[in-house]
Structures are given as structure tokens and as C-alpha cells.
């Protein structure tokens, strides 16, 4: 699996803050994971485990410093009074990624499902669904296809490919702050292979 991480200075005691903030206990493998990519963007990365598959957007990160993929902007900014982190925390489950339609891949913190890794979906009403045992046999399971972020198109350039192809329709607000948002998420990351001993 490919991966832009996120930012690690200071990874440890983030790490340990953010422990200590919810009361739980990470395992091993998942701790690893965070101290040497803090979570991050996975273009074109997929996962299929028995009957349930789907892609991941990115992996959360612990910081004020990350993009909307940190723990803080989505369970204290985003989705506060929808579905705070406390609501997982309290079913013994940590989300840990998003897929591109909302759901959450999480990863067990209680004494008898530490480092379980569970499929959340949200269109089931929160269905959680156990995928592997450990969380380096989730990773064994995603899958990365080739992306080249200088193929992101700029907003300039997108706006220009529709107006040639006669798709002037599709040019909205709405449209443009997409495009907008996936270009800067994109456009000029670092991909490496994940790696976790």
C-alpha cells in the first residue's frame, strides 16, 4: 500500500496526548503505524477481506498541523454533533480511515478486541463488521493502484477540459470547491510503500 504521510514531528508525545485526552490504549502495530507515518493520504488504495471491500481516502493523523484527515478536525470540527469520537471510544473502537462514501475502517482499543481491525458502515446504521484479527494483516489487504499525483488536474486546467468536452453544464460552485479541494489534497504528494515491522 502506498501512502503520503502525514507530519511526525513530535509524533510520541502526540501520541501519548491523545491516549491519555480518551482514556484508551493503542496496540502495538497501530502505535507503530502512527509513529512512523502519523496516518495519510492513500490515493487509489483498495481493501477486500471475505464479502467486504471498499477504497481509503486516508488514514487519520494526530495533530493540528494535518489536513481534514486529523483526528482533531473531523471528530472535534467536522462531525462534533453528528458522531463524536466519544461515541466510538465508548463501543471500544477507534476509527482509524474513511472510505470515499463515509464509512470508517477502525481498530479495536478494549482489553478483548485490542488491534481487531472492523468495517463501520454508516449506511447499514453503524454496522461493524470484523475484517482481520491484527492490524499489519490489515495492511496486508490494501492495495494500492499506480496514481501519479501530477496527473491532478489544476481547477484552471479541469475547467478547461469541460468547456472542451461541451460539459460547461457540469461547472457549478459546488463543482469547482471539489475539484479545488481534491488538487490541493493531491497535487504534488509524496507516495511511499508502508512498511511496518
Known sequence: MMIAKFDTKGIEEKILEFESRYNIRLSEQYRSFLL???GGITPETEFKYKKTSSDIRAF??????INYYSFDNVFENVLKDILPLTTFIELHILPIAEDSWGNYITIGIGDENRGKVYFCDHEKGMKIKLLTE??????????SNEFEPSSVLSPEEWENKMIADGKEAFITDFTRKIVTETYNLYHGIHL???VIT
Open 36 to 38: 512512523k507515518y502519523n
Open 60 to 65: 487519520y493523523g494526530i495533530g493540528q498541523n
Open 134 to 143: 491484527t492490524f499489519s494483516e490489515f495492511l496486508q489487504k490494501c492495495k
Open 192 to 194: 511511499e510503500e508502508v
